[in-house]
């Protein structure tokens, strides 16, 4: 008795996917931190170091100040879902420090997408500088001092640019493995997938 030969059972079934809600909470994120830290440096740029404050500059602050507070309860969301859901298991061909650095470094950009913005938020309290497009304002979270305000902010620009090269070099990371290594790393977060 002769047993059909499967060619494709020998292949190594690719690794599972994140959720689709993961992927959602992943792709709104990136976009936001996309836009939000470009974003912030061109304000700060325009504003303190260039000191052109004007209708642009302020359009520039509200939209910063408006998607940092949605980015805070964004990855609030996102960092609830992991907890509660998981992630799916590594890529089966990573290395032990590839697995290692990959963990902190996603570890690391939770904690600063909700350290930095939420500073900002604080920074803008004790300013106070909580209007947004001049329309409404920000709940208050500390009383005005304006020179804390000062320090605050100016923590929150240096872990913003400590968040930019994470950022940067996740990004960097995710092209290696697509492009050099070609395994299964980005293909894992990319949407439409089932």
Known sequence: MTQDHDPFATMASPPPTYSAAARHFHWATAAAVLVMLPLGFAMTYRGNTLDIWDGLTDALFSTHKLIGFLLIWLVAGRLAYRLLRGAPPDEPSLLWWQKAASHLVHWLLYGLLLIVPL????????????????????????????????????????????????????????????????????????????
């Open 119 to 194: 500073l900002g938020w604080i920074g803008v309290s004790l300013y106070p500088s909580l209007t947004l497009f001049g329309l409404f304002d920000l709940p208050r979270l500390a009383a005005p001092n304006q020179p804390l305000a000062e320090n605050v902010l100016r923590v929150h620009g240096k872990l913003a640019i400590l968040t930019a090269l994470l950022v940067g070099g996740h990004i960097a990371a995710a092209l290696y493995h697509h492009l050099i290594r070609k395994d299964g790393v980005l293909r894992r977060m990319l949407p439409g997938l089932r």
